[in-house]
């Protein structure tokens, strides 16, 4: 029973169709409950074209509760939130909702980025280990001979001790890789021009610059922002430094890599690649991509689904309890910073 003096603060959850059905259980529903003075039931899929419902809730509205698909929050629709004082994003990137007049109004910001970096992280851990032994080759391999080859003279050059992985990008996703590279024998070169030589050595890896990284990498790994600086850093120039059977993996954007250049190498034969994102984020149905031998191509699964989408409800619901007891965020986003991040 809440009395008159209920003084949680009122909580709107916005974002696409289908997705709070997938970011909530029923024991997130009963937490936010406990949290919030909110009909958990009501979801703005638009908040530019609200409902009157939606209208009422986002005008009382103290946090708003945003997912994949939230409307760009403009100077317009947080007229109509005069009570707004913070966003919860249960999710990456802020990027595509989060506008100037946010950080105008004073409105602080929280996102589950560094929960969806773990799974990232994981899926690219994979990659790089089942790549070292060359298991997608030697799997098609086995298919198609169906007998015991002479597999110990073909993968003479394979195996994951002392490989040289270079990681292009300390972020979030960047830096927990190399943490979970960390129990194994691998050399890791880190290309990121904002960690300094000695930030480098205490995460452990070797600092290079991007052209030496391609050259002495068996495993090429992509984890930068997509900005104007980053589209087609691995252009044709640097994807010929790196030597003949390199696997190139991207679970970043597909703009950071030119996709012309890497399908020449690839369908080749030179090059070996895993990507969960293309560019465009689809590959036209004709695309080689799907069909070479030596490419893993998979349709951008490496973030958060299933029941990992429930760890971004976790952490965020984590938030908004530090928010409701007057306490500032664990992990804020800054405007400044999103110059550089994702």
């Given at each position: 029973?809440?009395?008159?003096?209920?003084?949680?603060?009122?909580?709107?959850?916005?974002?696409?169709?289908?997705?709070?059905?997938?970011?909530?259980?029923?024991?997130?529903?009963?937490?936010?409950?406990?949290?919030?003075?909110?009909?958990?039931?009501?979801?703005?899929?638009?908040?530019?074209?609200?409902?009157?419902?939606?209208?009422?809730?986002?005008?009382?509205?103290?946090?708003?509760?945003?997912?994949?698909?939230?409307?760009?929050?403009?100077?317009?629709?947080?007229?109509?939130?005069?009570?707004?004082?913070?966003?919860?994003?249960?999710?990456?990137?802020?990027?595509?909702?989060?506008?100037?007049?946010?950080?105008?109004?004073?409105?602080?910001?929280?996102?589950?980025?560094?929960?969806?970096?773990?799974?990232?992280?994981?899926?690219?851990?994979?990659?790089?280990?089942?790549?070292?032994?060359?298991?997608?080759?030697?799997?098609?391999?086995?298919?198609?001979?169906?007998?015991?080859?002479?597999?110990?003279?073909?993968?003479?050059?394979?195996?994951?001790?002392?490989?040289t992985v270079g990681i292009v990008g300390a972020s979030r996703i960047g830096r927990r890789v190399i943490e979970l590279l960390r129990p194994f024998d691998v050399d890791v070169l880190l290309y990121d021009p904002y960690v300094s030589a000695a930030e480098a050595a205490g995460l452990g890896v070797v600092p290079a610059e991007l052209d030496e990284l391609c050259g002495r990498s068996g495993i090429v790994t992509v984890h930068a922002p997509q900005l104007p600086a980053t589209r087609h850093m691995l252009d044709a120039r640097r994807l010929a430094l790196m030597p003949d059977g390199t696997t190139v993996i991207n679970t970043a954007r597909g703009s950071l890599i030119d996709e012309t250049a890497l399908l020449a190498e690839l369908v080749s034969g030179r090059l070996h690649a895993v990507l969960d994102v293309t560019d465009p984020e689809v590959p036209p149905a004709d695309s080689p991509l799907y069909t070479l031998p030596n490419v893993l191509l998979t349709p951008h699964i490496a973030g958060s689904l299933g029941n990992e989408l429930h760890r971004l409800t976790d952490l965020s619901l984590d938030e908004l309890e530090r928010f409701a007891a007057g306490l500032p965020f664990a992990d804020p986003v800054h405007s400044a910073a999103l110059n550089h991040s994702a």
């Amino acid at each position: 029973m809440h009395h008159a003096t209920d003084n949680r603060p009122a909580v709107l959850l916005a974002m696409g169709p289908g997705i709070a059905e997938r970011l909530f259980a029923d024991r997130h529903r009963d937490r936010l409950a406990t949290l919030a003075r909110t009909d958990p039931r009501l979801i703005a899929h638009d908040l530019a074209a609200a409902t009157p419902a939606v209208a009422a809730a986002l005008a009382e509205a103290d946090v708003l509760f945003t997912c994949w698909g939230a409307t760009p929050l403009t100077a317009e629709i947080l007229d109509r939130a005069p009570r707004l004082r913070a966003v919860v994003h249960a999710a990456g990137s802020v990027k595509h909702h989060i506008t100037d007049a946010c950080w105008e109004r004073g409105i602080a910001v929280t996102s589950a980025a560094a929960a969806n970096a773990l799974p990232v992280a994981e899926y690219t851990l994979a990659a790089i280990l089942f790549a070292g032994k060359h298991v997608l080759r030697s799997a098609q391999r086995y298919e198609k001979l169906r007998t015991d080859y002479d597999w110990r003279r073909e993968l003479a050059g394979a195996g994951n001790y002392r490989r040289t992985v270079g990681i292009v990008g300390a972020s979030r996703i960047g830096r927990r890789v190399i943490e979970l590279l960390r129990p194994f024998d691998v050399d890791v070169l880190l290309y990121d021009p904002y960690v300094s030589a000695a930030e480098a050595a205490g995460l452990g890896v070797v600092p290079a610059e991007l052209d030496e990284l391609c050259g002495r990498s068996g495993i090429v790994t992509v984890h930068a922002p997509q900005l104007p600086a980053t589209r087609h850093m691995l252009d044709a120039r640097r994807l010929a430094l790196m030597p003949d059977g390199t696997t190139v993996i991207n679970t970043a954007r597909g703009s950071l890599i030119d996709e012309t250049a890497l399908l020449a190498e690839l369908v080749s034969g030179r090059l070996h690649a895993v990507l969960d994102v293309t560019d465009p984020e689809v590959p036209p149905a004709d695309s080689p991509l799907y069909t070479l031998p030596n490419v893993l191509l998979t349709p951008h699964i490496a973030g958060s689904l299933g029941n990992e989408l429930h760890r971004l409800t976790d952490l965020s619901l984590d938030e908004l309890e530090r928010f409701a007891a007057g306490l500032p965020f664990a992990d804020p986003v800054h405007s400044a910073a999103l110059n550089h991040s994702a």
